[in-house]
């Protein structure tokens, strides 16, 4: 339930940080704090501990990037989604290398705003469209760059699952093509990611590509 959510808003413009904390709450989130400094969010995100942080890219003192980063390597790290007025592939890729689970652009609408978060709290990769297929492209050049190894063993169930989220498939769409439960599909997301050492989907994403499964 999305009223369980706890969602912290970090944007140095204070009129469009209202603003999006409304329709967080309006939309049944708890916004558990709004900043506009990095470094404060850094602070507050420690004590407030949010489910997902909604983080701007371009702040007073910190770059959004670096904020990501710091949030990635805390205590209890949230989900961080990137909401940027920039669709710069430079910004989108450093952002994601820093630990970002999505970038949605400032022009998205508000269902699109609140769906990304929905979906972030939910572990999925979100992006702007035309900004997936730009990072994806990305960790298939640095997919080249480094030897695969065997790893763990996947069932061929987590195997077939795997292969479908590097397609880009919502959990949701993975239940109806395989005639599952939303539930089945993320335990065998989980079961996954716990067996190769992963902590999210977007490194799941990452794996599945170096090894051949996106069917690239």
Request: proline share 5%; glycine share 8%; net charge neutral.
């Amino acid at each position: 339930m999305t009223s369980a959510l706890r969602v912290m808003v970090v944007d140095d413009h204070p009129m469009w940080r209202d603003a999006v904390a409304r329709d967080l709450e309006h939309a049944g989130y708890q916004v558990v704090a709004t900043t506009g400094e990095g470094r404060q969010a850094l602070r507050v995100a420690g004590a407030v501990r949010p489910e997902v942080v909604v983080l701007d890219l371009r702040l007073p003192d910190l770059p959004g990037a670096e904020v990501a980063r710091g949030l990635a390597a805390s205590e209890h790290p949230p989900r961080v989604l990137m909401l940027s007025a920039s669709g710069e592939h430079e910004d989108v890729l450093e952002a994601v290398k820093a630990g970002a689970s999505g970038y949605l652009v400032k022009s998205a609408s508000r269902e699109e705003f609140l769906d990304a978060v929905k979906r972030t709290a939910e572990g999925e990769p979100v992006f702007t469209p035309g900004l997936a297929g730009l990072v994806l492209g990305e960790y298939r050049r640095l997919a080249t760059q480094r030897p695969s190894d065997d790893g763990p063993r996947l069932t061929d169930r987590e195997t077939e699952v795997l292969r479908l989220v590097a397609k880009g498939l919502s959990y949701r769409q993975i239940a109806e093509r395989l005639v599952l439960s939303h539930r089945t599909v993320q335990n065998h997301v989980q079961n996954t990611l716990n067996k190769l050492q992963l902590h999210n989907r977007v490194e799941l994403v990452r794996y599945a590509i170096e090894r051949g499964l996106d069917g690239a």
